[in-house]
Each structure stands twice: as C-alpha cells, then as structure tokens.
Nanobody, 118 residues
Framework: QVQLVESGGGLVQAGGSLRLSCAAS????????MAWFRQAPGDEREFVARIIRNLGTTYYTDSVKGRFTISRDNAKNTVYLQMNNLKPEDTAIYYC???????????WGQGTQVTVSS
C-alpha cells in the first residue's frame, strides 16, 4: 500500500502562485508515475499533470501548459506542482494520485483546496 498526503493549498489572488506538495509513504518503489487531478464544485475530476517517476517525463492538460510545472524528488518520495499565473478557473480541490500498474490510479490523497480570487 501507498499513502499520499497533499499540502500547500490556500487562497491566492489571480496572477499569483502556489506550490503543492504530495508526500508518499509505504511501498513507494512500486509507483510508476504520479499525477495531479482537480475537481471544481459541480464538475467531474479532471487530469492536470503527471510525471513518470524514473524518467521524469511530464504531461499536462492544455489549460495549464506554460503555467504549471510538475516535478519530483524521488529521494524524498515527494511530487510537486508549481502553479504560476493562477486564474479563478483554477479554483478546485487538487488531488495527488499514484499508479503502480495498469491504467488506473491506485492511490489517492485526501485533497487540498486551491482558491483563486479575481
């Protein structure tokens, strides 16, 4: 099993920045990639970014390209999401997820709230 704990959310004005962290514990060597998802009120959960743990290859949804950066520190078993030039539409609960096999994410954090005011 793997446990994921997010931190770093908060309230920020439009144009500001936040950095989210996701600390993994447990069988972290089993993780193939880690990702960030978000869910706004009334919306479905959507993919934001992912990173392949061993290669560091990254993927982003179009709406955050050029503004968000996902990175990882494998020694600390931590994944980060640097969010710059935040917009009100980025307001959501952000979830960290980990995948060990297959196509579905097996592990999820509890989420951290990000609120961007206009």
């Amino acid at each position: 099993q793997v446990q994921l704990v997010e931190s770093g959310g908060g309230l920020v004005q439009a144009g500001g920045s936040l950095r989210l962290s996701c600390a993994a514990s447990g069988r972290t060597n089993s993780l193939i990639d880690m990702a960030w998802f978000r869910q706004a009120p009334g919306d479905e959960r959507e993919f934001v970014a992912r990173i392949i743990r061993n290669l560091g290859t990254t993927y982003y949804t179009d709406s955050v390209k050029g503004r968000f950066t996902i990175s990882r520190d494998n020694a600390k078993n931590t994944v980060y999401l640097q969010m710059n030039n935040l917009k009100p539409e980025d307001t959501a609960i952000y979830y960290c997820a980990g995948r060990s096999a297959g196509i579905s994410y097996d592990y999820w954090g509890q989420g951290t709230q990000v609120t961007v005011s206009s």
